[in-house]
C-alpha cells in the first residue's frame, strides 16, 4: 500500500469515527419517551419479533390447547372405531361361521 | 327436576334397546378355555365399527349390509384343550333365557360326544328383534346374541366364506323349517 493511499484512508477513518454531540435535547426526548412506554413495551423494544402480549399469549395458548384436545380426540375415535370395526368383523365371522355349520348339520341331516 | 327424570328415563330406554338379550355367565370356562373370543358391541359401538368398514372389499361390504339393522352384537367363544372342559349345565343356562313367548327355536341339532347346535329368534309383533346362536362341539363353546334384524341367510353367507365349508346345493341356502329339532344318527 502506498503512503498516499494510506493517509487517505486514515482521514476518512478519523471523520467516520469523530465525537459527535448529540442533537439538543435529545436526553429529554429519551427520558419522556421511556415516562410513555409501559412495562411490557419496554421489555420488548430491541427483539426482532415482539413477544405478544400477556391476554394474547393467553388466547393463543388456549387456542393451542383446543386444537390439541380437538385433534387428540379425532385421533381416540379413530383407534375406537378401527377397534369396534375388527371385533364386528371378528363377531360377524363367528356368528356367520356357526350359522353356516348348523345350517349344514340340518341339511346333512335331513337329507 | 321433571327433566332430570324424562333424561334418566330417556337414558334408561336406551340402555334397554341396546341391551344384550342373553346373559352369558361363562367366566368359569374362560377360566378353562385355552382360546377365548368375547366380542361385546352395543349399538354405538357397532354403529362406530360399521363407518370404518370399507364399502370396496366384499366381507366388509356384506357387513356394512348386516349391521343396518342392528343394535348390538354379543360373542362368547371358547376352545378347550381337553374334552369336558364345559358341561351341560353351561348350556342350560343359557338355554333357560330362551324362553317362548319372546323366544323361538328356529332350528336344533343334537350330535354325539356333545355336539350341539340350535338357533333362536326373538319375536316381538311378529317382527324378529332378536337371534341367538348356540354351538357345542366337545373342545369349543359358542354363544352368540346377535340384537336387531338380521338376514340370515346373508350372515350365513358370510360364515361360509371364512373358514367354514359353504353349502354344497342351492338348497343349501335355504333356510331350515322353523323347529325342526333333529337329532343325528
Known amino acids: 500500500?502506498?503512503?498516499?493511499?494510506?493517509?487517505?484512508?486514515?482521514?476518512?477513518?478519523?471523520?467516520?469515527?469523530e465525537r459527535q454531540d448529540p442533537p439538543e435535547g435529545f436526553a429529554g426526548r429519551v427520558a419522556d419517551r421511556l415516562a410513555a412506554e409501559g412495562p411490557d413495551q419496554r421489555r420488548d423494544r430491541g427483539k426482532v419479533i415482539a413477544w405478544p402480549s400477556r391476554p394474547i399469549r393467553r388466547l393463543l395458548a388456549a387456542a393451542a390447547a383446543i386444537v390439541l384436545m380437538a385433534g387428540g380426540a379425532a385421533e381416540y375415535r379413530r383407534h375406537q372405531g378401527e377397534v369396534a370395526k375388527r371385533e364386528l368383523m371378528r363377531a360377524f365371522y363367528i356368528a356367520g361361521g356357526k350359522l353356516n355349520h348348523v345350517q349344514a348339520r340340518v341339511l346333512e341331516v335331513s337329507q | 327436576m321433571k327433566l332430570g327424570l324424562i333424561a334418566i328415563c330417556c337414558g334408561a330406554s336406551a340402555t334397554?334397546?341396546?341391551a344384550?338379550?342373553?346373559?352369558?355367565?361363562?367366566d368359569r370356562l374362560a377360566a378353562k378355555a385355552s382360546d377365548t373370543v368375547d366380542v361385546s358391541l352395543p349399538g354405538p359401538l357397532l354403529q362406530l365399527g360399521a363407518k370404518f368398514l370399507d364399502p370396496n372389499k366384499p366381507d366388509e361390504a356384506a357387513v356394512r349390509k348386516l349391521v343396518a339393522g342392528l343394535e348390538g352384537i354379543y360373542v362368547r367363544h371358547f376352545e378347550f384343550k381337553e374334552d369336558g372342559a364345559w358341561t351341560?349345565?353351561?348350556?342350560?343356562?343359557?338355554?333357560?333365557?330362551l324362553k317362548a313367548p319372546e323366544w323361538q327355536r328356529l332350528v336344533g341339532w343334537k350330535g354325539e360326544g356333545g355336539e350341539n347346535a340350535e338357533v333362536y329368534l326373538r319375536l316381538e309383533g311378529g317382527k324378529m328383534t332378536g337371534v341367538a346362536i348356540l354351538d357345542t362341539e366337545p373342545r369349543e363353546f359358542t354363544a352368540v346374541n346377535i340384537v336387531?334384524?338380521?338376514?340370515l341367510d346373508a350372515l350365513a353367507q358370510l360364515g361360509g366364506h371364512y373358514?367354514?365349508?359353504r353349502l354344497r346345493n342351492d338348497d343349501s341356502q335355504k333356510k331350515p323349517k322353523n323347529d325342526s329339532t333333529s337329532k343325528k344318527k
Open chain 2, 88 to 97: 351341560a349345565a353351561d348350556l342350560d343356562a343359557i338355554r333357560s333365557q
Open chain 1, 1 to 17: 500500500m502506498q503512503l498516499e493511499e494510506k493517509d487517505w484512508l486514515e482521514q476518512q477513518l478519523r471523520a467516520a469515527l
Open chain 2, 16 to 18: 334397554a334397546l341396546f
Open chain 2, 20 to 26: 344384550q338379550q342373553v346373559k352369558f355367565d361363562l
Open chain 2, 163 to 165: 373358514g367354514v365349508p
Open chain 2, 148 to 151: 336387531g334384524t338380521v338376514d
